[in-house]
């Protein structure tokens, strides 16, 4: 194996870990911000307190988060079968890595709504604002930088779960550095992996930083 065919390999794979990633962050943030802004809420300190509905989500959460996350998709893979019609392969991986994700976006975006000053809810309440006001006018843009900081955060982890995604057919750069790389003695490709997926998660790092210190600026 040469040069070039090495990175032919390294970008088919590169494009295949950055389909997972991007598809699974969106769909992690379709299942994970409604439940995390349901969490804030519904909490103790929230704006419409709901003791047992806030406990039994927080218990879903911490039950999904729980899991590692290799043992999760081999028990999602009937789901994935049903969903994509395949249980291996690239797109079939983005069934595990959007569910596994969710629940960590859960608890990022609780968090990061958590750290809204009460004086301003306070404020919108008194001038009349409805929950769903205080939610999407108050509590969003307060936290949006925060915002940002969390869903960078779970971007580099989901990159690191399709690396892993890997280790049973689901394509990307791990699968390249498990069945090239390790299977096949093959140091240079595994390096190359590697180096691949720490460039992904700096420049993804340095983004939004960088969006998240732009937003900040700005108020």
């Known amino acids: 194996m040469n040069w070039n065919q090495i990175f032919s390999l390294?970008?088919?794979?590169?494009?295949?870990?950055l389909q997972m990633v991007f598809f699974s962050t969106l769909f992690s943030l379709i299942l994970g911000f409604p439940l995390g802004v349901l969490l804030c809420i519904t909490g103790k300190n929230g704006i419409a307190p709901k003791?047992?509905?806030?406990?039994?989500?927080?218990?879903?959460?911490?039950?999904?988060?729980?899991?590692?996350?290799?043992?999760?998709?081999?028990?999602?893979?009937?789901?994935?079968?049903?969903?994509?019609?395949?249980?291996?392969?690239?797109?079939a991986t983005i069934v595990p890595l959007s569910i596994a994700a969710a629940p960590f976006v859960a608890r990022v975006i609780e968090t990061a709504l958590n750290e809204v000053d009460s004086g301003v809810i306070q404020a919108s309440r008194a001038m009349g604002s409805t929950n769903w006001q205080i939610i999407y006018k108050v509590l969003?843009?307060?936290?949006?930088?925060?915002?940002v900081d969390g869903i960078t955060l779970t971007i580099i982890n989901l990159i690191g779960y399709s690396a892993m995604a890997g280790a049973i057919g689901g394509g990307g750069l791990g699968d390249l550095a498990i069945r090239y790389g390790y299977q096949r003695f093959r140091t240079d490709v595994m390096?190359?992996?590697?180096?691949?997926l720490l460039i992904l998660v700096e420049a993804v790092q340095l983004t939004g930083t960088f969006i998240s210190k732009q937003i900040a600026a700005k108020r």
């Open 140 to 147: 969003v843009p307060e936290a949006l930088p925060s915002l």
């Open 10 to 17: 390294v970008g088919v794979s590169t494009l295949q870990t």
């Open 191 to 196: 390096i190359a992996s590697i180096i691949v």
């Open 51 to 91: 003791r047992i509905l806030n406990q039994v989500l927080g218990s879903i959460v911490n039950v999904l988060r729980s899991f590692p996350f290799l043992i999760l998709m081999i028990v999602l893979l009937p789901l994935s079968r049903l969903i994509i019609g395949k249980a291996y392969g690239t797109v």
